[in-house]
T-cell receptor
């Protein structure tokens, strides 16, 4: 089977940097995606890493190490509006179709 | 602006009722998905479709069925609603092909309560 592990909760101070980790176990790895979901809102796509290394998009960066089966989402200059749940996701195994398997999410709380 | 819409934001049904949840996307996406989201369990895939009239079971298909008669529309059907199907239901769509399928676009969700 496949599994994704991420911390259930993280708390960080406004203006600080926070890292949300995701370790995965899957057959046929095709890359790691990250989604953000605010309370009461829909998940929205943040980033995708298909190759090892760091991808940067503004204050958010995502990192992948395929040899370690590990990735992380890095949020810099935290703002109160970054309080949300963050999900990592991998392409689901074996079906040949384009569906994703999501982790259970990390709830980030930004405090003043 | 890309859009995925769902027929209801909130729905209350009785046990045993047949329930229809509708999802429409205007992006000409090949793939469409139905998830349910429960606290602590993340997003769990119920069914998905990669083409008109095509459907595939996800991780938790029991008690559900789907219909995709047109490319833009994907319906989730609860044949006989039960209280354990009380949940938030999210529809999503995506393009096919690498890497586009990694970006799914989600609707606002339907919070279904089964009494």
């Amino acid at each position: 089977g496949q599994s994704l592990e991420q911390p259930s909760e993280v708390t960080a101070v406004e203006g600080a940097i926070v890292q949300i980790n995701c370790t995965y176990q899957t057959s046929g790895f095709y890359g790691l995606s990250w989604y953000q979901q605010h309370d009461g809102g829909a998940p929205t796509f943040l980033s995708y890493n298909g190759l090892d290394g760091l991808e940067e998009t503004g204050r958010f960066s995502s990192f992948l190490s395929r040899s370690d089966s590990y990735g992380y989402l890095l949020l810099q200059e935290l703002q109160m509006k970054d309080s949300a749940s963050y999900f990592c996701a991998v392409r689901d195994k074996g079906t040949g179709a384009n569906n994703l398997f999501f982790g259970t999410g990390t709830r980030l709380t930004v405090i003043p | 602006d890309v859009k995925v819409t769902q027929s209801s934001r909130y729905l209350v049904k009785r046990t045993g009722e047949k329930v229809f949840l509708e999802c429409v996307q205007d992006m000409d996406h090949e793939n469409m998905f139905w998830y349910r989201q429960d606290p602590g369990l993340g997003l769990r895939l119920i069914y998905f479709s990669y083409d008109v009239k095509m459907k595939e079971k996800g991780d938790i298909p029991e008690g559900y069925s789907v219909s995709r008669e047109k490319k833009e529309r994907f319906s989730l059907i609860l044949e006989s609603a039960s209280t354990n199907q009380t949940s938030m239901y999210l529809c999503a769509s995506s393009l096919s092909g690498y890497p586009s399928y990694n970006e799914q676009f989600f609707g606002p969700g339907t919070r279904l309560t089964v009494l």
